[in-house]
C-alpha cells in the first residue's frame, strides 16, 4: 500500500514538544494529514505549535514510551480517532555526554529505555496494524552516531547502533507486507539538542577525561550555529515517506555524510586488512 493519495494520512509520531519532533508535526498538520504526537509536555507542544492549529487532525498523548501497556493504548486512542495509521516516526530520545566509565548504571538503564525499549513497544503495538494492511511506513530516527562513534557519546551511540540494527532486521521482516522502513541518520541540526535543558551529564565524573570535559564545552558552546536546519529536515522526512522507496539509510547534512563516508572507508580497510586471516578459523575443507 503506497501513501494514501485519496484521504489525509495518519502519522504516529514521538518525541515531539521540541527539534524534529514539533518540526514534523507542524508540517505534517499543514500537510492536512492526522497526527497522534507524544511528548512528555503537551502544553509545551501546543504553544510551540501556536495558535491557529486545527485540533481536530491533532492528538497530543502524554505517554511513557517505557510503558507497554501505555503505548498500545496511546496506538488505540490513535485509531479510534482517526480510524487507522499509515505512519509511525520513533523520534523521541535525548543526548549524554560522558565518558563510559563516567556512566552509572541508572543513566544506562534509562536511555536504553526510552532508545530502544521504548521503540520496541511502539512496533509490538504499530505492526499488527500495519502488517494487517499490508502497507505503511515506520521511520526510526537514529543519527550519524548511530553509524559511528566518537568518544563521550558511548550511551548515546550504544542505543543508536542498537536501534539501526533492530531496524535492519526489522525492514527485511516486513517488506513481504508491504511496509517499509527508513533509518534517519542526522547530523548537527540547529535545535536545543545540546542545550543544557536536553542533554544529560554524569551524576559524578573523574579528573581522568580532561579531553571529554573540553568537548562538552565545545558541544554547549555549538549550540546555534549547527549546520543542519530543522525545516528541511523535517521536510526530507516527509518527503522520503511520500515517495514511498528509496535506501534504508537517510543521511541528513552535510557533516553526517562526512562522518558515514569516513566510517565506510575505515571499516573497508579493516575489512581488507583482515582479508587473509579471518578464514584461519574455519574447519579444514573436507
Partial sequence: MSFPADRPATWFVTGTSRGLGLELVRQIL?????????????????AALGGGIEMSRLLPLTVDLRDEEAVSRAVRETTGRFGGLDVVVNNAGYGFLAAVEETGDREVRDMLDVQVVGVWNVLRAALPILRGQRGGHIVNVSSILGLTAVPGWALYCAGKFALEGLSEALAAEV??????????????????????????????????????????????????????????????????????????????????HSYAVAKVEALRANVEATALSAPATDFPAA
Avoid: C, N, W
Fill in 30 to 46: 499543514e500537510r492536512g494529514d492526522q497526527v497522534a504526537a507524544t511528548t512528555r509536555s503537551p502544553e509545551r507542544l501546543l
Fill in 175 to 256: 517488506a513481504e507486507f508491504g511496509v517499509e522502513v527508513t533509518i534517519v541518520e542526522p547530523g548537527y541540526f540547529r535545535t536545543d539538542f545540546l542545550t543544557t535543558d536536553s542533554l544529560v551529564l554524569p551524576a559524578e565524573t573523574t579528573a581522568h577525561y580532561p579531553a571529554i570535559r573540553e568537548m562538552i564545552l565545545d558541544h554547549l558552546k555549538l549550540q546555534g550555529s549547527q549546520l543542519g536546519d530543522p525545516v528541511m529536515g523535517a521536510r526530507a522526512i516527509i518527503g522520503r515517506v511520500l515517495a514511498g522507496e528509496g535506501p534504508l539509510r537517510q543521511l541528513l547534512g552535510s557533516d553526517a
